[in-house]
């Protein structure tokens, strides 16, 4: 029997609201880095025939010009869609535990709330690629697949802010 070979295929898309502010740092050879995690809610009917919601935290880390995008654009409560790759990381805690933790790392981040011009100083794009070439651009394709109540729920955050 031939040796069968699995495909390397490390590929994540979701979206979600992101639960706290995001959180911006620069390493020790000054690459901009964020984290932040979003609650993705999944809704599903149970055995009696209900609506219910379940709600997963993931957490999120964008690197570069992506972190500085983000940095700029994102608050508590912005809706983001992440298009990644799972990566997981050890590290110790401050009691000398061993953690380990599963997150994705961004390659592109699509804003999905709108901007005003006035807030984004000359730059009208809604969408990033984390590479070294300015690909970014105005990308609103997203909003066909919303439901009338998605998009009103972001109607209505836009006009609180």
């Known amino acids: 029997m031939a040796d069968l070979k699995m495909p ?3 590929s994540v898309i979701v979206a979600g609201n992101l639960t706290k502010d995001p959180v911006f740092r620069e390493t020790s050879n000054r690459t901009p880095v964020v984290n932040f995690h979003i609650a993705v809610n999944r809704r599903y009917k149970d055995s009696s025939n209900q609506w219910q919601e379940d709600v997963c935290y993931v957490g999120v880390v964008a690197w570069n010009k992506l972190a500085d995008s983000c940095r700029d654009r994102l608050k508590k409560g912005s809706a983001v869609l992440i298009d990644g ?4 990381r050890t590290f110790k805690t401050d ?29 009208d794009s809604n969408s990033y690629n984390d590479d070294d070439s300015d690909n970014s651009y105005q990308d609103n394709s997203f909003d066909k697949f ?12 836009d006009k609180k802010e």
């Not at 009691?95 to 790392?105: A, D, F, L, P, Y």
């Not at 981040?109 to 730059?123: A, C, R, V």
């Not at 919303?146 to 955050?157: G, H």
Request: proline share 0%; charged share 45%; aromatic share 4%.
């Open 8 to 10: 390397e295929l490390n």
């Open 95 to 123: 009691e000398g535990k061993n953690r380990t933790i599963v997150e994705i790392k961004a390659k592109r981040i699509q804003f999905l709330n709108k901007f005003n011009k006035s807030d984004e100083n000359d730059d």
């Open 146 to 157: 919303l439901t009338d109540e998605e998009s009103d729920l972001i109607n209505d955050d």
């Open 85 to 88: 790759e799972l990566q997981s």
